[in-house]
């Protein structure tokens, strides 16, 4: 059977910026790709009213994952409002529970915005918590196995004192970086608002800039960095390297 990567980010556009190039090699190896943000991006716009944006952002966000034929969830959470409570987690748990995750990527646990830290907080329980049969949700079965998990580097590569988050690993993602500015570019709305604002295309160019950076980490031409959850009861073995063999560099500036 296909093997199941869900990417579980805060909002429409981070899971792009961050981890699409992983995911489009994955969906190259014959996985099953899944995308959920917890939000749909309400704040997103000075124009547009929340539901309108909302609207826009949840189109774009299922079009970006029809790019790699995954599908596309939305908890329905705020920007800024995203909870770490009961009723949030029961409804990630929900979803592992749905789509069986063999691989979860999620946002850095230490970055700049609270919004990409608390859906990283939310994906970690709920890769344990999913698992556990007194964690009754009508409907839905415990999983087998506790997902390997991995955190995508923060946005910009930092946290919130300003210092560098370093990568362990490093994907080379040169031979799809077409296919996650495509992916990337899928999200209109934001890349015309910046592109409005900053005369240039901002967005494509960040996005470039900032996978150009972590592929010089690898000698590479572009690369997205992760770490590997490694706590107790979490799978040890990286799967990554596994699935994606010698596209995998490791940080060499790490121990
Ligand atoms: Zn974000």
């Not at 362990?168 to 999200?187: A, R, T």
């Not at 770490?227 to 790490?254: I, M, T, W």
Request: include cysteine; hydrophobic fraction near 40%.
């Amino acid at each position: 059977m296909n093997k199941t990567v869900l990417c579980l980010m805060a909002h429409p556009d981070d899971a792009e910026i961050l981890c699409a190039g992983t995911l489009a090699l994955l969906s190259a190896k014959g996985w099953k790709i899944a995308i959920a943000t917890m939000t749909p991006g309400q704040a997103g716009s000075i124009e547009l009213e929340p539901e309108e944006i909302s609207a826009i952002r949840r189109v774009e966000a299922a079009r970006s994952a029809a790019v790699l034929n995954a599908s596309y969830h939305c908890m329905e959470s705020e920007d800024v409002f995203i909870g770490y409570d009961k009723e949030t987690l029961l409804a990630v748990i929900e979803l592992f529970r749905e789509l069986k995750p063999d691989l979860v990527i999620t946002a850095s646990p230490s970055d700049y915005m609270l919004d990409h830290e608390l859906t990283s907080h939310l994906a970690q329980t709920a890769c344990m918590a999913a698992t556990i049969p007194n964690i009754q949700i009508p409907g839905t079965l415990p999983i087998e196995q506790v997902p390997h998990l991995y955190y995508a580097d923060p946005i910009k590569g930092k946290d919130r004192f300003g210092h560098a988050v370093k990568a362990d690993l490093l994907v080379d993602i040169s031979p799809v970086i077409q296919i996650k500015e495509e992916m990337l570019c899928c999200h209109k709305s934001q890349r015309e608002w910046l592109q409005h604002i900053s005369g240039v295309d901002e967005f494509v160019l960040m996005m470039k800039a900032y996978s150009r950076e972590k592929g010089a980490e690898a000698g590479v031409s572009y690369a997205e960095g992760f770490r590997q959850h490694l706590g107790f009861s979490y799978p040890q073995d990286n799967l990554l390297v596994a699935e994606l063999e010698s596209l995998v560099h490791f940080n060499p500036e790490k121990p």
